[in-house]
């Protein structure tokens, strides 16, 4: 098996998608007007954290002049900015702050990854990309086996469920909806910390926080 460090040089590296390969590399070199300064980082965006991470998170793509730009999930957009913070609040992040790969941000006990790992135009992925980037996702199952997984947003959950064999006729997104699965693997759901969820009220500070505390709370109920 893989350990984390080879998996992330794989995924970096990755072509599969070519729709993908050209717009992450447009966007970084066109660059967003306020970052005309900044090296966009381009490439694929590979999970980080703590290798021995029990709580696994699991977020849609990178954002175009987010973590395309930056090259860690969730970092230096407002995704990120609702995020961290919360992370901090619950003690899986060092600091409140992520705005760049060297800007002293770890984890503890927890691991960030996505459901595709290259920004999508409209930050949609099509079904086919996702599919072709579900295996390392299912690589950093096997290596991390958490013990609790948050889906941020419906599509993580359903890749999740996918990958699980799940049918989601059973199993339904909702926020704070929660389901053991039969290895014992917690999954936890959560509304995606979207600009669009959190400036609307949907995804509030409060909600966001119960996720992170009952996240650390299924930690005692694994077996
Ligand atoms: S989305 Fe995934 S499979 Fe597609 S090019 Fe990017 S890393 Fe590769």
């Given at each position: 098996m893989k350990n984390l460090e080879s998996l992330n040089a794989e995924i970096i590296a990755c072509r599969k998608c070519p729709r993908l390969v050209e717009w992450r590399e447009d966007v970084a070199r066109v660059k967003?007007?306020?970052y005309l300064e900044h090296e966009y980082w381009g490439r694929p965006v590979p999970g980080f954290g703590d290798p021995k991470a029990r709580v696994l998170?699991?977020?849609l793509a990178p954002g175009a002049h987010g973590s395309n730009r930056t090259g860690r999930n969730f970092t230096g957009d407002a995704s990120g900015g609702f995020l961290f913070p919360a992370l901090h609040r619950a003690g899986f992040?060092?600091?409140?702050?992520?705005e760049s790969r060297d800007d002293g941000l770890f984890l503890t006990d927890m691991y960030i990854t996505a459901s595709g790992r290259c920004a999508p135009p409209d930050n949609k992925p099509t079904l086919e990309e996702l599919n072709n980037c579900q295996p390392y996702l299912?690589?950093?199952?096997?290596?991390?086996?958490?013990?609790v997984?948050?889906?941020l947003g419906r599509i993580a959950f359903e890749r999740i469920?996918?990958?699980?064999?799940i049918r989601n006729?059973?199993?339904?997104?909702?926020?704070g909806a929660s389901y053991q699965l039969e290895n014992g693997t917690w999954l936890l759901c959560s509304y995606h910390p979207s600009q669009q969820n959190t400036s609307t009220g949907k995804?509030?500070?409060?909600?966001f926080d119960q996720i992170w505390e009952r996240a650390r709370s299924l930690l005692n109920e694994t077996h």
């Open positions: 967003r007007k306020a998170v699991v977020g992040a060092s600091q409140a702050e992520a299912e690589q950093e199952l096997k290596i991390l086996e958490p013990k997984i948050v889906c469920l996918k990958i699980h064999s006729s059973i199993y339904k997104f909702g926020h995804l509030t500070i409060p909600m």
